[in-house]
């Protein structure tokens, strides 16, 4: 407790971060409450207003066949992000597998480790394809393929930060005392290997966030009239050379949100190392 | 290597005859009647899925890839298209190599200075821009404004200019960490000190002794660049299109073009496997101590000698 109070400190002093922070709160805000403020409906066509560029009534304008973009990015910001944390949830399903390798070794590491490689040698988007056509498409139900894809990165951080604390002299102080392998793994396992854990979700939220969008974006991942931020940039690429703001507003959107992220890593990542030499 | 390659085939294979709408027995089920029956059986789709897999498996070491759709026959369309894939993968790499090994370097000998923050916000810039929204930056810039370049389509040079830009990007930010971080490793070690005490100059030491070592942790990771590179190539070709392999793939996996997903699937990770095997020799190559395993075996590995 005392350490994340310094970690939480230590981020809070990183201005950078702290205004990402601020950044991403502000968008997924935006995600969702927007839809309680917005007149508009996300599905409902209105052929006259059609590729409009930016107004008072249509902030952000409105796509091919005149739904109102604002109110598409609110309500595929939540189903973006419902993917990215869902597929991000499920990854930590690795913890479990990379503990268990890291702590008995052996056999059971060898195992695990060669399941884990031959499940890191899918190419993630394939095994979205796949799942798409297996449960049905453009639902956004790949976000457990790309939950999936992202759990052999996390067995190898939990297996190597396993095996680091495992030769410890408290860890053996532990066995010594008669504590379990199940209390020992609790306590002083899962405790030193949550940094690791934490640097590396960070991070992954952003490549996943990308992910997602590149898969709408490519038609393969949520499909229209349901909207998700991929594929509202898509929109817009049939009026690139013509009205090159229909896909700007969408992108600069994702980058904002992916750039962020990405310095919440950073700023977490040099709190948690910081912190960590200090105790 | 070839037992990976099987297992890998083997999974497309598996995959491909479970997905919904890639088994013969709903199209007969649901009133194709004795028409389709024959048609399924001289086709030899009848069989069970081991015998099939086997057969695929001979023919395709005999350089048959099946049947495709187009008139030409399939192998020769897949290495058609991935004339284009290799040349927009081949080109990212060689603009990540040439950007990222110098501005790595640079970063990790000024390290914490201005020249390091600046090539760290910039890959933090290129690893979090989207390819497909760094592809319409690139459109907005070279065509609309400028005028420069076309826009999309495949032929003479200028229409490559782009679409390797946009593979790049990610390669750039990778190998520009990578090296950061490999020689910022090395110049904390031992040698160096030792090097300086000599009274070598910095850029004599940075490019001649250091170098060596980096480059060997860098080429190490090369498979990772070129899934890397790949995964750009599948958006260039969407954005710009491009006729490349990866559009091809993903356009048969959805079409259930069974034949054509197996043959590219085959195709690419048999590059990948070459890569790895690249990148294992020059590796070895780079670093003395790899080699000495490679050359006598496992036994001088932990330092025995």
């Known amino acids: 407790m005392e350490r994340a109070k310094r970690v939480i400190r230590l981020f809070m002093k990183n201005r950078l971060a702290a205004a990402s922070l601020v950044v991403f709160i502000i968008v997924l805000l935006f995600c969702i409450l927007g839809p309680l403020f917005t007149p508009y409906d996300y599905s409902t066509i209105d052929?006259?207003?059609?590729?409009q560029s930016p107004s008072l009534q249509h902030p952000m304008g409105t796509d091919?066949?005149?739904?109102?973009?604002?109110?598409?990015?609110?309500?595929?910001?939540?189903?973006?992000?419902?993917?990215?944390?869902?597929?991000?949830?499920?990854?930590l399903l690795g913890i479990l597998p990379g503990v268990a390798a890291g702590f008995w070794g052996g056999r059971v590491d060898n195992i695990i480790s060669r399941?884990?490689?031959?499940?890191?040698?899918?190419?993630?988007?394939?095994?979205?394809?796949?799942?798409?056509?297996?449960m049905g498409w453009g639902g956004g139900n790949y976000r457990y393929a790309m939950g999936v894809a992202l759990i052999p990165p996390i067995v190898r951080i939990a297996r190597s930060a396993t095996m680091e604390v495992v030769g410890k002299e408290y860890v053996e102080a532990a066995r010594a005392l008669g504590v379990g392998s199940t209390g020992i793994i609790l306590t002083h396992i899962m405790r030193n290997i949550l940094s690791p854990i934490i640097v590396h979700v960070s991070s992954s939220l952003a490549d996943t966030l990308?992910?997602?969008?590149?898969?709408?974006?490519?038609?393969?991942?949520?499909?229209?009239?349901?909207?998700?931020?991929?594929n509202i940039v898509h929109g817009g690429y049939a009026v690139i050379l013509s009205k090159p703001i229909q896909m700007?507003?969408?992108?600069?959107?994702?980058?904002?949100?992916?750039?962020s992220l990405n310095l919440i890593g950073n700023g977490l990542r040099d709190g948690l190392e910081t912190g960590k030499e200090r105790s | 290597m070839a037992p990976t390659f099987l297992a890998i085939m083997l999974?497309?294979?598996?995959?491909?005859?479970?997905?919904?709408?890639?088994?013969?027995?709903?199209?007969?089920?649901?009133?194709?009647?004795?028409?389709?029956?024959?048609?399924?059986?001289?086709?030899?789709?009848?069989?069970?899925?081991?015998?099939?897999?086997?057969?695929?498996?001979?023919?395709?070491?005999?350089?048959?890839?099946?049947?495709?759709?187009?008139?030409?026959?399939?192998?020769?369309?897949?290495f058609y298209r991935l004339g284009f894939t290799a040349k927009l993968a081949l080109f990212g790499f060689l603009l990540s190599a040439i950007i990222g090994i110098p501005a790595g370097t640079l970063a990790a000998v000024k390290r914490g200075g201005r020249a390091d923050k600046a090539v760290s916000v910039l890959t933090l810039v290129m690893s979090s821009l989207p390819s497909y929204a760094l592809a319409v930056v690139l459109v907005l810039i070279f065509c609309l404004y400028f005028n420069l370049l076309p826009p999309f389509g495949f032929g003479t040079p200028e229409y490559y200019i782009?679409?390797?830009?946009?593979?790049?990007?990610?390669?750039?930010?990778?190998?520009?960490?990578?090296?950061?971080?490999?020689?910022?490793?090395?110049?904390?070690?031992?040698?160096?000190?030792?090097?300086?005490?000599?009274?070598?100059?910095?850029?004599?030491?940075v490019w001649l002794h250091v170098m060596k070592n980096a480059l060997g942790t860098v080429v190490a990771s090369l498979t990772n660049l070129a899934s890397q590179l790949l995964c750009g190539t599948l958006i260039a070709e969407n954005f710009f299109s491009m006729p490349g392999i990866c559009q091809l793939l993903t356009k048969s996996i959805s079409g259930r073009n069974q034949h054509t997903v197996l043959g590219c699937v085959a195709v690419l990770s048999v590059i990948l496997m070459m890569v790895n095997i690249v990148s294992d020799f020059a590796a070895a190559l780079l670093s003395p101590r790899i080699k000495d395993a490679m050359v006598y075996g496992g036994g001088r590995q932990n330092g025995e000698s």
């Open chain 1, 47 to 51: 052929v006259k207003n059609c590729w």
């Open chain 1, 64 to 91: 091919g066949i005149g739904r109102d973009t604002m109110t598409r990015l609110m309500y595929g910001g939540r189903t973006t992000f419902s993917i990215t944390f869902t597929a991000v949830l499920i990854s």
């Open chain 1, 115 to 134: 399941i884990n490689d031959a499940l890191g040698a899918i190419p993630t988007f394939l095994m979205v394809i796949f799942a798409e056509n297996m």
């Open chain 1, 210 to 230: 990308v992910m997602c969008t590149l898969m709408g974006y490519l038609g393969i991942g949520v499909n229209p009239p349901e909207p998700e931020w991929g």
């Open chain 1, 248 to 259: 700007i507003i969408p992108s600069s959107l994702i980058v904002i949100c992916v750039l």
């Open chain 2, 11 to 78: 999974v497309v294979f598996l995959l491909m005859s479970v997905l919904p709408g890639s088994n013969i027995n709903e199209f007969s089920s649901n009133g194709g009647g004795d028409w389709l029956d024959g048609i399924f059986s001289s086709l030899n789709m009848t069989d069970s899925i081991v015998a099939r897999y086997v057969r695929y498996i001979v023919n395709l070491a005999k350089g048959d890839f099946g049947e495709g759709r187009s008139s030409a026959g399939l192998g020769s369309n897949i």
């Open chain 2, 162 to 205: 782009m679409p390797t830009m946009v593979v790049a990007a990610g390669g750039v930010a990778m190998t520009t960490r990578m090296t950061r971080s490999a020689v910022s490793g090395e110049l904390g070690s031992q040698y160096v000190m030792v090097l300086r005490a000599k009274g070598l100059t910095g850029r004599r030491i």
